[in-house]
């Protein structure tokens, strides 16, 4: 089977706006290729508001209906979702399918460090924005504020063009940090480190129950949050297919949660057969996945069942966990996130928080990202120390509700 390369991705471009633009992918299938193709789209900021699915098992064509803005860099978009695609061979401008023997390699982790002279806003508003331009994945940070009003920034990034080895890319990122901080900047350092670097388990090792519960509480949480209380229905059927269950879900909507959806089938290495999601008006959305398991059968063991469902049901209603605790006298945000089981962490996460301070008028003293295990799983956690010194504090209630809503898409 074969196909020319520019149909492995294609996108039409709305002609209005606030209409959905159209991504066709079809390409040879694997398990987890939803997952992969959901936190790209995530990446690159862009809404789904309806997917077709449809596969033979090797070979997958899927649509995507998603809500642009007028900045989304489509031809690297295409790009980048032609490299998750399963490897194909070229022979005449025809690809065919290849499956991938091997694992791919982890990236290289770089340290970018720069110091700069101190301004409210300035994570966001500058160097979040520049990093995610410049498509470098941050994969941890140490962010601190100094007596004299410096601000010491240690980020360990992948590159997703994987060329900050060059030193044309390293001059590029560079310049880019210092059109856009100008005189703040006052010194900028990259170099490579060891993987080992962003290994799971680092910095403080306490995290408060809010973080660790995993007990679902989301109708206290919603209230506080501001938000109205969720409700998720989750029914599988096995009696419409000989071959596949059929799980259907109502919803409410939340950004990225196509992308926590399929990260919980490839985490379980269940593949979907033909699936399809429409999102309504009144933000609920309607799923029905047609899902077999890795040895081709369908779900019948009742305990498996029930396993599938809370995790998808933890995930539509809590995906990430946000939680405001006192050190002290001081105030500090933790945002916590699941890792997939192949070690990639949800995107965007530290930008949304970011802005979500910025739009407060609160300020960072410091910030880190490390990984933790809680329960049996690996999370991504936030920890950002707010910097309340000028005395204008915003309520607590009021920071969680604004970070749960920006990163939720509710703002």
């Not at 031809?75 to 005449?92: N, Q």
């Not at 950004?255 to 933000?283: H, P, V, W």
């Not at 396993?307 to 946000?322: G, K, Q």
């Amino acid at each position: 089977m074969g196909i020319l390369y520019d149909d492995v991705v294609m996108i039409r471009q709305s002609e209005k706006e606030g209409e959905p633009s159209v991504i066709t992918v079809n390409c040879p299938d694997k398990t987890g290729l939803g997952c992969d193709l959901c936190r790209l789209i995530l990446f690159f900021g862009l809404s789904i508001v309806r997917v077709d699915v449809s596969t033979d098992g090797k070979w997958c064509y899927i649509v995507f209906w998603v809500i642009g803005k007028p900045n989304t860099r489509w031809g690297l978009l295409k790009k980048r979702l032609m490299g998750v695609c399963p490897s194909c061979s070229s022979a005449s401008g025809i690809l065919f399918y290849q499956s991938e023997l091997q694992p791919p390699k982890p990236p290289d982790v770089f340290l970018l460090k720069f110091c700069c002279r101190d301004r409210r806003g300035l994570l966001h508003a500058d160097v979040t924005v520049v990093l995610s331009e410049l498509e470098l994945t941050i994969k941890r940070v140490k962010v601190s504020t100094t007596p004299d009003g410096r601000v010491m920034d240690l980020f360990f990034i992948t590159d997703t063009r994987e060329q900050m080895h060059t030193k044309r890319r390293q001059d590029d990122t560079h310049d880019y940090l210092q059109e856009v901080l100008g005189d703040a900047m006052l010194s900028c350092d990259i170099k490579m480190v060891g993987p080992e670097i962003t290994a799971c388990s680092q910095g403080h090792s306490f995290l408060p129950p809010a973080i660790t519960d995993d007990k679902l509480n989301s109708d206290i949480d919603e209230r506080q949050r501001g938000s109205p209380p969720s409700s998720v229905s989750i029914d599988m059927d096995n009696s419409l297919s000989p071959s596949h269950t059929l799980v259907q879900i109502v919803c409410q909507d939340h950004k990225g949660l196509l992308y926590d959806l399929m990260r919980i089938l490839k985490d379980y290495n269940i593949q979907i057969s033909y699936g399809r999601f429409t999102t309504k008006q009144t933000r609920k959305c309607e799923l029905d996945l047609f899902i077999m398991q890795a040895d081709g059968k369908k779900i019948v063991d009742p305990n498996k069942q029930d396993a599938l469902c809370s995790r998808i049901r933890r995930a539509l209603v809590r995906p990430l966990r946000v939680s405001l605790v006192s050190r002290g006298p001081d105030t500090e945000l933790l945002v916590a996130n699941p890792v997939e089981l192949s070690g990639m962490g949800r995107p965007l996460v530290f930008h949304d928080i970011t802005l979500a301070l910025k739009m407060l008028n609160t300020g960072i003293f410091s910030a880190e990202i490390g990984r933790h295990m809680i329960g049996d799983r690996e999370w991504e956690v936030y920890r950002v120390l707010l910097d309340e010194t000028d005395g204008s504090s915003v309520p607590q209630h009021r920071i969680e509700e604004a970070v749960w809503k920006m990163l939720m898409g509710w703002e």
